[in-house]
């Protein structure tokens, strides 16, 4: 138990999705192919809304701060992911446990925050146009984004601060890829239920205060589209709405299955492989999501591309 107790104060093993080695070199190709087009498509959409003038509205201004916490999240996993994956070997020392669980959590609760501003902003649009531009103007949008990166971040600092107080005894093995909270107090020595209990808090607030603005949000828009006269204007709120509800979907479906709902019964297996849903697929399906059905985006990439064009023509 000694030598438990000891090596457990300076590292910790992470499990990995496999042992098998065949498997974790294609796993490492495929990681790493998406880890690169999540960097590139989220760099891609913030410099087209950088770009262009059309594209500097509300909307569009939360998109990038989405887009910002995606590289940020899967930075702060993907590449240790690759390493353990390469070298067949998930060692990691308590201080990187630490330091990568408070970015995951502090990047993942901020944009859990940001998917709940971005509903009520497509709500004032849609059902306050006329107040819209006032309600939603340049320091509304700066102060309610800068309220999910302080409170994204308070949090996660608080949860693992209340985390890393415990004592960690032996077997020193996390089956997992990364060090996330609920697998990290398995291997508590003394009794975590405080602990528990006020990580399950925070991340109800986290989850379900932004889920409640979005359903409201959307219960209201619903009621106000189906007012609307104009099948235009049915047709290009319900696009705008889908998009959005699609990552609403992604997101909080996958995190809400591992941070609020029960674990007894469930194999850590599929434990991992919702993580892995969230951890790597999700920050490259958000932008796509968001860019492929937005004909305003459309407009701009086209406009780009055009102009990339004429400069290779001179």
Wanted: glycine share 6%.
């Amino acid at each position: 138990m000694r030598a438990d107790n000891f090596t457990c104060a300076t590292t910790f093993i992470l499990v990995g999705l496999t042992n098998d080695r065949e498997t974790q070199k294609l796993l490492f190709v495929i990681i790493l192919v998406i880890y690169a087009l999540t960097l590139v498509v989220n760099l891609g959409v913030i410099l087209l809304i950088r770009m262009d003038s059309h594209l500097h509205t509300p909307m569009y201004f939360f998109l990038t701060h989405l887009s910002s916490v995606e590289m940020g999240y899967v930075t702060s996993t993907v590449p240790q992911m690759l390493g353990h994956l390469l070298m067949g070997y998930g060692g990691l020392s308590l201080v990187r446990c630490a330091l990568q669980m408070n970015a995951t959590l502090a990047f993942g609760s901020v944009e859990a925050l940001l998917v709940g501003v971005m509903a009520y902003d497509r709500y004032l649009a849609i059902c306050h146009p006329l107040i819209y531009a006032t309600a939603m103007g340049r320091r509304r949008q700066v102060q309610l984004a800068s309220s999910c990166w302080l409170s994204g971040f308070s949090i996660a600092v608080v949860c693992v601060s209340i985390t890393f107080i415990h004592p960690f005894c032996g077997p020193c093995h996390i089956n997992h890829f990364i060090c996330e909270i609920p697998m990290v107090l398995k291997l508590a020595c003394d009794d975590t239920r405080i602990t528990k209990a006020i990580v399950f808090v925070f991340a109800g607030i986290v989850i379900l205060i932004p889920l409640s603005v979005i359903f409201i949000s959307y219960w209201l828009i619903f009621f106000s589209v189906l007012q609307m006269k104009s099948a235009n204007g049915v047709h290009k709120a319900l696009s705008t709405c889908s998009s959005h509800l699609l990552v609403v979907v992604l997101f909080y479906g996958t995190t809400t299955l591992n941070y609020i709902m029960p674990r007894s019964g469930r194999s850590p297996d599929v434990d991992k492989q919702i993580a892995v849903l969230y951890v790597v697929v999700t920050p490259l399906l958000n932008p796509l999501i968001y860019t492929l059905r937005n004909k305003d985006v459309h407009q701009v990439m086209t406009k780009v591309l055009r102009r990339s064009g004429f400069a290779l023509k001179r």
